[in-house]
């Protein structure tokens, strides 16, 4: 069994990389997916704190590399999603700590544990985001509607495709009220610029930081409303073809419907 | 379930879990982070067991782990021997016996301070000898460091 | 006359000229502020009558240029520079709107392993010869693009959001500063009604974990958004808090604020319904 190997990039940092593997991967796996989470970003690990199990962590990706431990050993299986688990970076090395060919060794290896792995790979162009992309087959980018995160995204998207990897797009951190009053671009704007698929559309939502604050990703709870998103990129990923959602922004219509979901 | 009673009831700022939160987490972050200083615990703490029980240093290991609400320290030290063969619990010192009353100025002068000279100076020699401690060995003032190597572990008690 | 990298002339031998300051305006963790910091606090100091310029460090990413609103002027780049291909008059970019600012733009189609970093420090200290401030802005993370722009700077800020891994990765990066450069903090994306709410962290939580002296707080707000749309740095809006905020940070940078910084507070009910201008 083969997984599918899904790197999340975007070159700005900030923009919801970690939140997106995060809750992505929990919505994958409350579909019932087998789902290994793969935190890149040696030296700054983060998406143990986000899901909340930075206090369980024994192993890390670079002691498997060196062969100090087993691959499972090192597995963090999440206690509420029972087929969620998360191979944390370490913390006290830096990047050239693992090389790109070591990288996509322990990713093939996961693929054959589980049904998506999905690769947090950290900001910026160098070795880091070379190494996340090592084990990848396909690329989720991740930007903002802003003008720096689409200008790192667009960067991006061309390593991408030299190196032939697909890719589709998240927008993330949307405010309807800002495209509204023309202080933000809008969703076709973005795509248009970027001639990127696009996979998903999340919009602001301050809960987020209240989820990371605690350590349990928003999909856990099935009443917020970022849940409905993820879930329907989950299964937008897993090849349905799903509508956007309408955001209406209360007090307009026509113009204020922007494509969000 | 009991996750979900928590929620309901005790349910805490969120920011206030996340201070907690980083506080251990960059505890433990520190730790890891200062390899050297890691080293010079590990070693200054050897030394200190050692003065009890004999490592072997080469077996030791210090780590430390994030548990719930702390970090905590774990340190695996193989024990192999005592310092000392140790003896049994000495008894108490006894202070010889005190002296007999001095003999009232005296009706018999000659044979009083006859009695009085055969006895033994009042003053307790601390390390006074056999008539303090019964049955034990002549009790050494020095601690010997360490004994003639030989098989590991105890005489028989 | 091409300039190359001037020779560093070693302090002993030198006559005791005023050098300016180079300060590199950091955080670990992207995404967080830095280089709407850098252009705000180099626009409000150039705005006090200083002679300042803002290095982009980012190679690859660049992004001060466009949040300046220079984009269009930027003809020569860093790595032109330190190549020799360029004079730094050639790729320093006046302001539009304050003369005492000048930008040097990163490479944008280069990578950070091209910068050498002994000539990078070479190009701070021959900046710090003709300008009062050297600001530069770091790329996130702490891999090659970070250690290139540290070094040359021996003052730091850190610019921190009250979230976890922002937190996080600043503390890492106070670790990996050392001891030899004074790191002040800037606290940045404040929501104080989520702060009253419990959900998020307060300035006095994110200072309670990194110990360092603060040098002002932003509040969350829109109007950043709008200015780094147009390209128009908000530090040099008067009708803006959020400006005024800098304006304090750059006071308290030069010496000439000795307040406290003020931490924002939560909108009023009327504020908020009438949108008052943040």
Do not use: W
């Amino acid at each position: 069994m083969s997984a599918r190997r899904i790197v999340l990039t975007s070159g700005k940092g900030g923009v919801g990389k970690t939140t997106t593997t995060a809750n992505l991967g929990a919505a994958l796996a409350k579909r019932g997916h087998k789902v290994v989470l793969v935190d890149a970003d040696i030296g700054l690990r983060n998406l143990d704190l986000v899901l909340g199990v930075e206090k369980r962590i024994v192993f890390d990706l670079v002691e498997v590399v060196e062969g100090r431990c087993q691959l499972r050993q090192a597995l963090i299986k999440d206690k509420r999603l029972e087929s969620l688990s998360i191979l944390p970076a370490a913390q006290t090395r830096d990047k050239t700590a693992i090389t790109e060919l070591q990288m996509a060794d322990v990713v093939t290896q996961l693929g054959e544990l589980c049904d998506f792995v999905l690769i947090d790979c950290p900001a910026g162009i160098e070795h880091g985001f070379r190494n996340a992309i090592a084990g990848a087959a396909e690329a989720i980018v991740v930007t903002t509607p802003e003008v720096s995160a689409i200008r790192d995204a667009d960067r991006v998207i061309g390593k991408l495709r030299e190196r032939g990897l697909p890719l589709r797009l998240i927008v993330n951190r949307l405010r309807p009220e800002l495209v509204r009053s023309g202080d933000m671009l809008s969703v076709d704007d973005v795509t248009d610029i970027l001639s990127a698929e696009l996979l998903g559309i999340v919009p602001d939502d301050e809960e987020v930081i209240d989820t990371t604050n605690r350590g349990e990703p928003i999909v856990l709870q099935p009443e917020a409303r970022l849940s409905g998103i993820y879930d329907k990129i989950a299964r937008r990923l897993e090849g349905e073809v799903v509508p956007f959602t309408q955001f209406a922004v209360p007090g307009f219509l026509g113009r204020l419907f922007r494509k969000a979901g | 379930m009991f996750e979900f009673v928590q929620r309901f009831f005790g349910k805490q700022p969120s920011s206030a879990m996340a201070k907690e939160r980083l506080r251990l987490v960059l505890l433990s972050d520190h730790l890891s982070l200062a390899p050297e200083v890691v080293e010079s615990l590990k070693r200054d703490l050897l030394e200190v067991i050692s003065r009890y029980v004999e490592v072997d240093p080469s077996s030791c290991d210090v780590s430390f782990e994030q548990q719930d609400k702390q970090v905590a320290m774990l340190a695996n030290i193989p024990i192999v021997a005592m310092r000392n063969r140790p003896t049994p619990p000495a008894a108490p010192p006894t202070t010889p016996a005190p002296p007999p009353p001095e003999p009232p100025p005296s009706l018999d002068p000659a044979g009083a301070s006859a009695a009085v000279a055969d006895e033994p100076e009042p003053e307790a020699v601390p390390d006074a000898p056999a008539a303090a401690a019964p049955g034990a060995a002549a009790p050494k003032r020095k601690r010997r460091r360490k004994r003639a190597s030989g098989a590991p572990g105890f005489s028989a008690i | 006359m091409r300039e190359a990298v001037p020779e560093v002339q070693p302090a002993a031998d030198a006559a005791p000229k005023k050098r300016g300051r180079a300060i590199v305006v950091t955080s670990g963790k992207g995404g967080v502020g830095k280089t709407t910091t850098t252009a705000n606090l180099g626009a409000a100091l150039a705005a006090t009558g200083a002679t300042v310029v803002l290095v982009d460090a980012d190679v690859g990413l660049r992004n001060l240029d466009i949040v300046l609103g220079l984009e269009a002027r930027v003809r020569h780049h860093v790595l032109d520079v330190l190549e020799g291909n360029a004079t730094l008059d050639d790729a320093l970019v006046t302001d539009k709107r304050v003369s005492t600012l000048r930008l040097l733009a990163a490479a944008q189609t280069r990578e950070k392993d091209d910068v050498d970093t002994s000539a990078f420090r070479d190009l701070i200290d021959s900046l710090r010869e003709r300008f009062d401030y050297v600001l530069i802005d770091c790329p996130a993370g702490i891999e090659k693009g970070f250690a290139n722009a540290i070094v040359g700077a021996d003052e730091a800020i850190i610019v921190c959001t009250p979230e976890v891994s922002a937190v996080r990765d600043a503390d890492r990066v106070v670790g990996l500063l050392g001891e030899g450069r004074q790191i002040k903090l800037i606290v940045n994306r404040l929501r104080p009604a989520l702060v009253r709410r419990g959900k998020m962290l307060s300035v006095q939580d994110v200072n309670a974990i990194l110990r360092l002296p603060l040098l002002g707080v932003i509040a969350d707000a829109p109007d950043v958004i709008v200015s780094t749309n147009k390209g128009e740095p908000v530090a040099l809006d008067q009708t803006s808090s959020i400006g005024a905020a800098y304006r304090a940070i750059a006071g308290r940078v030069t010496g000439t604020d000795t307040s406290e910084p003020e931490i924002p507070r939560e909108k009023s009910f009327f504020e908020k319904l009438f949108g008052s201008r943040s």
